[in-house]
T-cell receptor, first 113, second 111 residues
Framework: DADVTQTPRNRITKTGKRIMLECSQT?????MYWYRQDPGLGLRLIYYSFDVKDINKGEISDGYSVSRQAQAKFSLSLESAIPNQTALYFC????????????FGSGTRLTVV | RKEVEQDPGPFNVPEGATVAFNCTYSNSASQSFFWYRQDCRKEPKLLMS???SGNEDGRFTAQLNRASQYISLLIRDSKLSDSATYLCVVNGPGGYQKVTFGTGTKLQVIP
């Protein structure tokens, strides 16, 4: 099994719909993140969580919300999807040391029509 | 100036060639540095951390130049399987929330 699992892998949804992307990890790490990737813009942080009771906004949190259901689970919701939220979304986890890299999930390709 | 800048490429190199990428960063207080590899439509995967003294992993060598604020990645004896986009990642002061990803440099190794 993958260290970080994201579901669904692909999703097409209509404008205005609520959608949830799910992420689970088996690394045993406390830190989890949601990023989106757009062509030419690199990865941008949406939300991050250092433990179950800690949720923080990243640089582009508007229009998104998250839930940390357990140490291993971190879900991202789009409350009312809009076309410019069409992107590749990645969940990641990391250890606590600064020189500890990220482990990413395989991504969710979301298209809002 | 962008916080982290990379030449987007593509770098088209023949098999067996040596190729190097640079990545510049703007915050002199940045604390840790990484190179990730990303295949098309796949997740980024950690290639290597970059240490002040430089570090090597097989055909890959990473260097950090704090004075000029750049990191580099050297790939020797390029393989077709090295074709990918290489992301520079800089972790600034303040911890994780200052992690900045470069937009990547695309490498295409040609037979």
């Amino acid at each position: 099994d993958a260290d970080v699992t994201q579901t669904p892998r692909n999703r097409i949804t209509k404008t205005g719909k609520r959608i949830m992307l799910e992420c689970s990890q088996t690394k045993g790490h406390d830190r989890m993140y949601w990023y989106r990737q757009d062509p030419g813009l690199g990865l941008r942080l949406i939300y991050y969580s250092f433990d179950v009771k800690d949720i923080n906004k990243g640089e582009i949190s508007d229009g998104y919300s998250v839930s940390r259901q357990a140490q291993a689970k971190f879900s991202l919701s789009l409350e009312s999807a809009i076309p410019n939220q069409t992107a590749l979304y990645f969940c990641a986890t990391s250890g606590t040391a600064l020189n500890y890299g990220y482990t990413f999930g395989s991504g969710t390709r979301l298209t809002v029509v | 100036r962008k916080e982290v800048e990379q030449d987007p490429g593509p770098f088209n190199v023949p098999e067996g060639a040596t190729v190097a990428f640079n990545c510049t960063y703007s915050n002199s207080a940045s604390q840790s540095f990484f190179w990730y590899r990303q295949d098309c439509r796949k997740e980024p995967k950690l290639l290597m951390s970059v240490y002040s003294s430089g570090n090597e992993d097989g055909r890959f060598t990473a260097q950090l130049n704090r004075a000029s604020q750049y990191i580099s990645l050297l790939i020797r004896d390029s393989k077709l399987s090295d074709s990918a986009t290489y992301l520079c990642v800089v972790n600034g002061p303040g911890g994780y929330q200052k992690v900045t990803f470069g937009t990547g440099t695309k490498l295409q190794v040609i037979p």
